[in-house]
T-cell receptor, first 113, second 114 residues
Framework: AQSVTQPDIHITVSEGASLELRCNYS??????LFWYVQSPGQGLQLLLK??????LVQGIKGFEAEFKRSQSSFNLRKPSVHWSDAAEYFC???????????FGPGTSLSVIP | ETGVTQSPTHLIKTRGQQVTLRCSSQ?????VSWYQQALGQGPQFIFQ???????GRGNFPPRFSGLQFPNYSSELNVNALELDDSALYLC?????????????FGEGSRLTVL
């Protein structure tokens, strides 16, 4: 069965510092991968997605992610974090069993001014 | 373009009661998925509806049921509420059964079961 792990439950970075959030997936074929962000009290918003092609994908708000098949990873990065980036981040993979999206447990990001 | 709207935003029920949560999908979307998000966890897939038919179900008991209407809006019904049903319930719409695209989420309905 497909699954997603996010090893870091919580990360704290200083404003202006770089960020990398880790994501590993278990999947039998080429996956469709996503990163979503959830701000407090709000629903989830798509940051970026990978379907095929270039393994480095660009998203909204200055985020990017790199798909590495050999490591079964899809890590999210941002070169310079802003205070408004503080939120919960979810990595997700699309299941082939019936088109459902499976989410990881999330990484909570805090930003120090 | 109207986004996904959910109602109610918050509600409190007691064990054994029944609850109905409602979702209006984004304009042009014919697929609705429901997720349960317990505190501090990622969303868990409950089920998906496409053209008024259930199109897949996660690991949830039959007391979780749903409907989709001709206008693609949807309801989630939970019978015989248990304390563990306390969670944020998220509705997401998309444009086809193939979720090879973006899920558009509402802000959720927060259910507290006492």
């Amino acid at each position: 069965a497909q699954s997603v792990t996010q090893p870091d439950i919580h990360i704290t970075v200083s404003e202006g510092a770089s960020l990398e959030l880790r994501c590993n997936y278990s999947y039998g074929a080429t996956p469709y991968l996503f990163w979503y962000v959830q701000s407090p009290g709000q629903g989830l918003q798509l940051l970026l997605k990978y379907f095929s092609g270039d393994t480095l994908v660009q998203g909204i708000k200055g985020f990017e992610a790199e798909f590495k098949r050999s490591q079964s990873s899809f890590n999210l990065r941002k070169p310079s974090v802003h205070w408004s980036d503080a939120a919960e981040y979810f990595c997700a993979v699309e299941s082939t069993s019936y088109d459902k999206v499976i989410f990881g447990p999330g990484t909570s990001l805090s930003v120090i001014p | 373009e109207t986004g996904v709207t959910q109602s109610p935003t918050h509600l409190i029920k007691t064990r054994g009661q029944q609850v109905t949560l409602r979702c209006s999908s984004q304009s042009g979307h014919n697929t609705v998925s429901w997720y349960q998000q317990a505190l501090g966890q990622g969303p868990q897939f409950i089920f998906q509806y496409y053209r008024e038919e259930e199109n897949g179900r996660g690991n949830f008991p039959p007391r979780f049921s749903g409907l989709q209407f001709p206008n693609y809006s949807s309801e989630l019904n939970v019978n015989a509420l248990e304390l563990d049903d306390s969670a944020l319930y998220l509705c997401a719409s998309s444009s086809s059964t193939g979720n090879t695209g973006e899920l558009f989420f509402g802000e959720g309905s927060r259910l507290t079961v006492l």
